[in-house]
């Protein structure tokens, strides 16, 4: 079936730092994949998606690369600050099917 | 575009009683709607499907009979706990798709209902 898999947290990163968290997926065909992100007490906010192989997602600094080769979605932003502290969940939703698939979220804290 | 409301946000209530969730598509008309569990820092689980007019679909080990789910129109899916127990408190998060001028599958997501069962 289709499945995400995720790094685990949590990390816990200094402001500026480099982040990579990676997501890699099992599925047949080809599936959309998505970032979300989840800050406290609140619901989940899409942060970018790719729809097909080599396909950038990027939005606010985050970027994901649809790897088609390595079956991953790893996302990265070059200088990470306090406010990006939140849950980030890797998804990914087959097309012609409604259903989303959610890896286990990976807990970011940024400290100044 | 593509607003997902949910109301209330947090609901505090007596073990025994019943409490309704709604999930509202501001924007567009949500032809599928999808309720999620969430228990303190967990992914979220998919309790159930609902197509606009049809019943719902549940997952697996997910109690239809506890989890009344409601889909009477584009906009509007109602989740109702019955009976509710200390062990229904959660995080209960609602999602929605349409069919028209988006990613076929995205779903939209609610800002969540916090459930406290005392």
Same mark, same amino acid.
């Given at each position: 079936g289709n499945s995400v898999t995720q790094m685990e947290?949590?990390? *816990? =990163?200094? +402001? +500026?730092?480099? =982040? *990579?968290?990676?997501?890699?997926? *099992?599925a047949t065909g080809y599936p959309s994949l998505f970032w979300y992100v989840q800050y406290p007490g609140e619901g989940l906010q899409l942060l970018l998606k790719a729809t097909k192989a080599d396909d950038k997602g990027s939005n606010k600094g985050f970027e994901a690369t649809y790897r088609k080769e390595t079956t991953s979605f790893h996302l990265e932003k070059g200088s990470v600050q306090v406010s990006d502290s939140a849950v980030y969940f890797c998804a990914l939703v087959k097309h012609n099917n409604n259903d989303m698939r959610f890896g286990a979220g990976t807990r970011l804290t940024v400290k100044p | 575009g593509a607003v997902v409301s949910q109301h209330p946000s947090w609901v505090i209530c007596k073990s025994g009683t019943s409490v309704k969730i709604e999930c509202r598509s501001l924007d567009f008309q949500a032809t599928t709607m999808f309720w999620y569990r969430q228990f303190p820092k967990q992914s979220l689980m998919l309790m159930a499907t609902s197509n606009e007019g049809s019943k719902a679909t549940y997952e697996q080990g997910v109690e239809k009979d506890k989890f009344l789910i409601n889909h009477a129109s584009l906009t509007l899916s109602t989740l109702t706990v019955t009976s509710a127990h200390p062990e229904d408190s959660s995080f209960y998060i609602c999602s929605a798709t349409g069919t028209s001028g988006r990613i076929y599958g995205e779903q939209f997501f609610g800002p969540g209902t916090r459930l406290t069962v005392l």
């Open positions: 947290g949590p990390v *816990t =990163l200094s +402001e +500026e730092a480099f =982040l *990579t968290i990676n997501c890699t997926y *099992t | -």
